[in-house]
């Protein structure tokens, strides 16, 4: 008898502990993230990054292509841990030097942390898309988890 609450209680342990809620678990698939860094004190109206996070769902809904998507991508071992840091730290550098506010949406596609940051870059004119595209991809070079396609059609369409 002994023996078998143990058994009982040991599998009721394990199986509580694996129970872990995620993030973008199916309890909060419907939520969205908005993330905008603090308005500039010269100009306190306009936040420095615009960042939504998006379900497929949403993404279901929204455009059926984007100008840019960045790819964070994984070969079995995650993505790479600074890859974001990077893209975020350079919307965040071109909001600075160029004045322009650059939203886009990540949409995390994988099981392994792969997500998608799709860029309408509707704010920028054509050269100054194509200025942005090339920063990046100067910043980003010699990252071979990171995945630049210009045009693309979304994934969840």
């Known amino acids: 008898m002994r023996t078998t609450n143990i058994i009982a209680f040991t599998v009721l342990a394990i199986s509580l502990s694996a129970c872990k809620s ?3 678990s199916s309890e909060n698939a419907d939520k969205s993230e ?33 100008r840019l998507v960045v790819s964070f991508i994984s070969i079995g071992a995650g993505t790479d841990p600074e890859a974001k840091a990077i893209l975020e730290a350079y919307v965040y550098d071109y909001k ?12 995390p596609w994988g099981r392994e942390g792969e997500v998608d940051c799709c860029f309408p870059l509707d ?9 942005f595209i090339d920063g990046l991809n100067k910043v980003i070079q010699g990252k071979e988890l990171i ?4 045009n693309m059609k979304s994934r969840f369409k």
């Open 22 to 24: 995620s993030k973008y």
């Open 34 to 66: 908005t993330e905008i860094v603090e308005p500039t004190p010269s100009n306190p109206t306009k936040p420095l990054v615009s960042m939504e996070v998006w379900t497929r769902e949403q993404a279901k809904l929204g455009p059926d292509s984007f």
């Open 96 to 107: 600075l030097k160029n004045n322009k506010v650059v939203s886009y949406y990540m949409i």
């Open 123 to 131: 704010e920028l004119n054509a050269s100054e898309q194509n200025n």
């Open 147 to 150: 995945q630049i396609n210009e």
